[in-house]
């Protein structure tokens, strides 16, 4: 028997983010939530309405999914398509109404679903499921002699920045007198614990990082940062202009 695309919806949600469904409103048994499991936040709601509530020809009911997204530009461009509404009962905040009735694929709806996820999850939850992110981060040689850190060894541990995650990668930025970014590293492992305070430098967690790629310090000195990338101080982990990430792969 084929799977109704309510079905559909509820059986991906369990698949992918292990999401029960919760039917909460006796009054209202087609209408179906699932939530994050930590933050209890719903991320889709599915209703059957009566299309007349839609706008729609015909005295049948329909389903429907509402999902939330974080873009107003494509809540707009979305809701001005075949299949799509503000949100119903949710107008505000991002809800939009999706039909389940055919007219969405359902290959966009699970990636509406996958957004709505995204933008509902607790900062824990967003960390994890984030795509990999390139950083720039400072390393500074009164500390460490950043400049032989590789010289036997093709991993070490450094100083773990806020928001960074296994399988971002960082540059790392060598202070003056050097004043420039010498390596590429792919992180392989956070969280590592430890404690350390010495001179105003505090840690308390490392990373580890494998070297990727090694730069010569007159390719990507603090000057040319500063004047064709945008880039006029280099105090904690940041991210990195587009332009620069460019050039850095090249």
């Not at 020809?57 to 997204?69: A, F, Q, R, Y």
């Not at 679903?113 to 900062?123: E, F, G, L, N, Q």
């Not at 992110?133 to 040689?141: G, R």
């Not at 960074?164 to 992180?187: N, R, T």
Request: glycine residues 8%.
């Amino acid at each position: 028997m084929e799977l109704s695309l309510r079905d559909e919806v509820f059986r991906y949600v369990k698949k992918k983010y292990g999401s029960e469904v919760e039917y909460p409103w006796p009054r209202y048994p087609g209408y179906a939530v699932f939530r994050h499991q930590d933050n209890r936040k719903w991320y889709g709601l599915v209703m059957d309405l009566p299309r007349a509530r839609l706008g729609l020809p015909g005295e049948t009911s329909v389903d429907v999914l509402n999902v939330k997204l974080d873009s107003p530009l494509l809540v707009d461009l979305l809701t001005a398509q075949e299949g799509y509404f503000p949100g119903y009962h949710i107008s505000r905040g991002g809800w939009i109404t999706v039909l389940l009735d055919g007219s969405v694929p359902f290959a966009e709806i699970g990636g509406l679903i996958d957004k709505s996820y995204a933008v509902t999850a607790s900062p824990q939850t967003k960390k994890a499921i984030r795509p990999p992110k390139e950083w720039l981060v400072p390393s500074n040689p009164h500390y460490y002699d950043i400049e032989h850190a590789f010289d036997t060894a093709r991993e070490i541990t450094w100083k773990q920045g806020a928001g960074i995650k296994k399988g971002d990668v960082v540059f790392l930025y060598v202070g003056a007198p050097v004043s420039a970014i010498l390596y590429k590293c792919k992180v392989v492992e956070t969280d590592i614990p430890y404690r350390y305070r010495r001179e105003g430098l505090s840690i308390r967690s490392l990373m580890r990082i494998r070297l990727m790629k090694r730069y010569d310090p007159a390719r990507f000195p603090f000057e040319l940062l500063k004047t064709h990338y945008g880039v006029r101080a280099v105090r904690g982990p940041r991210g990195i202009p587009e332009e620069l990430s460019a050039a850095l792969k090249r």
